[in-house]
Nanobody
Framework: QVQLVESGGGLVQAGGSLRLSCAAS????????LGWFRQTPVLDREFLAA????????YYAESVKGRFTISREAAKNMVYLQMNNLKPEDTATYYC???????????????WGQGTRVTVSS
């Protein structure tokens, strides 16, 4: 079992930046993919970015490519999401999730944390 705790959300003006953090604990040796997703009351959970724990390869949704950057700090079991040039439509609750080795699809992710709320004002 892997436990995830997200942090770093808050209120920011459009055009601003935030860095989200995700701390992983527990059986982290069983995971390879770490991803960031977001959800609003009217939209299903949306994939944003993912990183391979083993290779460091990164993957992004087109909607955030060029604005968001995912990174990891393996020694601390931490994953980050740097979000720049934020827009009001980025307002959502952001979650991190993990996937086992061999992952390749959004549906492979799970073990969600409690989420961190991001609000972008216009």
């Amino acid at each position: 079992q892997v436990q995830l705790v997200e942090s770093g959300g808050g209120l920011v003006q459009a055009g601003g930046s935030l860095r989200l953090s995700c701390a992983a604990s527990g059986q982290t040796s069983r995971i390879d993919g770490l991803g960031w997703f977001r959800q609003t009351p009217v939209l299903d959970r949306e994939f944003l970015a993912a990183i391979s724990w083993s290779s460091g390869s990164t993957y992004y949704a087109e909607s955030v490519k060029g604005r968001f950057t995912i990174s990891r700090e393996a020694a601390k079991n931490m994953v980050y999401l740097q979000m720049n040039n934020l827009k009001p439509e980025d307002t959502a609750t952001y979650y991190c999730g993990v996937a086992p080795p061999g992952w390749g699809a959004e549906g492979d992710f799970g073990s969600w944390g409690q989420g961190t709320r991001v609000t972008v004002s216009s």
